[in-house]
């Protein structure tokens, strides 16, 4: 509960002193899954939802599927690329 107090004619508040919350442990996501994934499903964006790139991961869905899977080529030669280029995760955190 805060406390009041009067300094100068002015009534200041005081808040209680709350400790910072703990630090949050991120874990690195698995390259090796990363990397089947994009080779396997590549073409669903799988890969890139796994790795948390969720815009990346919704376009290629759609060139996939509002194409009727005849971009799909498309969108598993960019998954290919994906898998050979990109060493992070959208939390830039390095794939292990």
């Not at 080779?39 to 759609?62: D, E, I, M, S, T």
Request: glycine letters at 8%.
């Amino acid at each position: 509960m805060p406390t009041q107090f009067t300094f100068g004619g002015y009534v200041h508040t005081a808040e209680p002193f709350r400790p910072p919350p703990p630090p949050v442990l991120l874990r690195a996501k698995s390259r090796n899954s990363y990397i089947l994934l994009g080779v396997f499903l590549g073409a669903f964006g799988v890969h890139n939802f796994y790795a948390g790139y969720k815009h990346r991961a919704v376009a290629q869905l759609a060139i996939t599927v509002c194409t009727l899977f005849v971009g799909s080529f498309v969108s598993w030669i960019w998954a290919i690329v994906e898998v050979c280029t990109v060493e992070r995760d959208s939390r830039n955190i390095y794939m292990v």
